[in-house]
């Protein structure tokens, strides 16, 4: 049987994250009239449903993964805007890069990135992903890992 833990040796990440937690905003963009403030930091729930729906086209599965960076109503007011599948494929590269490290990636780049993986997936036979996986988006590089 172990003895009791002194309350002194007892790892306090409530404390350590408050210090570590200063508030501090990333990049923002700009959509169908509307600005976003991406987080500094990809949020634990993006990460865990990029996981889960990584090969779904189900848009409930993509409105959840969408909420924890731009909100409840996003995907909603793109489409509702226009927004294409290519659209929004760029617009979700270029925020997971630019939410780790804001500057690191312009949207002509995105544009060109997304591109090329089309133009990937084209010649390895499959045409029927229309778009990046959110895998893909979440480690910033739009490319399958």
Known sequence: MTEPHNR?????????????????FGATLRLYGREYVLPTSLPLLFTLQME???NSSDPDDIRRLLASLFGPRALDEWAENGM???QLGVVL???????????????????ELYDEQEAGREEEGEEGKERPTPKAIANGSGRQS
């Open 93 to 111: 590269l270029w925020s997971a890069a630019n939410a780790r490290e804001p500057g690191c990636l312009s949207i002509a780049e995105a544009v």
């Open 8 to 24: 002194d040796q007892v790892a306090d990440f409530d404390a350590f994250f408050a210090e570590q937690n200063e508030v501090r």
């Open 84 to 86: 294409s599948d290519r």
């Open 52 to 54: 889960r729906v990584q």
